[in-house]
Every structure is written in C-alpha cells, then in structure tokens.
C-alpha cells in the first residue's frame, strides 16, 4: 500500500558531501514524521535527523551542524544533506516514515530499503 524509495547514497571521501532523498507513494492520508536512521556493521540502528509536518527537527548530537534534514509535503519526501562526511558516517541510511493509510483510522511506521553511504578516508 504505502512504499518508501531512498536515492542519494554512494562513495565519498572525507569531506565530501551528499544529498539523500526519500519519496514516499501509495494510498497515503497524511505523513507525521519522517526521518533517517543509520546503521553500520556490527551496531544498532540509530536516528540521525528527523522532521515533523510542521517542520520541526531533531539530530543526533554526532550530525549537529554537518547534517541538515527537510521534506517537501507536496511531494511526500524526505532529504538529508550531509556536508563534511566522516568515515565515521558510513552506514546503510534508512528512511523511515509515520504515515496513515487512506481508509485506517491509526498511523503505522514504514521503512524504505536503504541506501549505502561509504566514506573514504
């Protein structure tokens, strides 16, 4: 009913940047909030950025002022800029969204595939 496409990921070197996106489609009523979550081998998955419908926003403290996350209502879509990358960044980021299905009177967490990011040192 409801599916989450992320783009964006690859291969940088330190530094770099890259632009994440994540497009939700189906039978969609409304979105609450939508987010990127990360993990790396061998860890647990963890929130990086999140936003609200309002546009509120929340980070991790370790992306504060590298990594900016938005969202276009209009298109149902989730971004993540990430600038300076770390080789600490690499992970497979995951979109993740809360989302209320036309016809369902409650939300329901959906996640996209996700995308790699690899940054070189």
């Given at each position: 009913?409801v599916?989450?496409?992320?783009?964006?990921?690859?291969?940088?070197?330190?530094?770099?940047?890259?632009?994440?996106?994540?497009?939700?489609?189906?039978?969609?009523?409304?979105?609450?909030?939508?987010?990127?979550?990360?993990?790396?081998?061998?860890?647990q998955?963890?929130?990086?950025?999140?936003?609200?419908?309002?546009?509120?926003?929340?980070?991790?403290?370790?992306?504060?002022?590298?990594?900016?996350?938005s969202?276009?209502?209009?298109?149902?879509?989730?971004?993540l800029?990430?600038?300076?990358?770390?080789?600490?960044?690499?992970?497979?980021?995951?979109?993740?969204?809360?989302?209320?299905?036309?016809?369902?009177?409650?939300?329901?967490?959906?996640?996209?595939?996700?995308?790699?990011?690899?940054?070189?040192?």
């Amino acid at each position: 009913q409801v599916q989450l496409v992320e783009s964006g990921g690859g291969l940088v070197q330190a530094g770099g940047s890259l632009r994440l996106s994540c497009a939700a489609s189906g039978s969609i009523f409304s979105i609450n909030s939508m987010g990127w979550y990360r993990q790396a081998p061998g860890k647990q998955r963890e929130l990086v950025a999140a936003i609200t419908s309002d546009g509120d926003t929340k980070y991790a403290d370790s992306v504060k002022g590298r990594i900016t996350i938005s969202r276009d209502n209009a298109k149902n879509t989730v971004y993540l800029q990430m600038n300076s990358l770390k080789p600490e960044d690499t992970a497979v980021y995951y979109c993740n969204a809360i989302i209320v299905v036309v016809g369902y009177a409650y939300e329901r967490n959906y996640w996209g595939q996700g995308t790699q990011v690899t940054v070189s040192s």
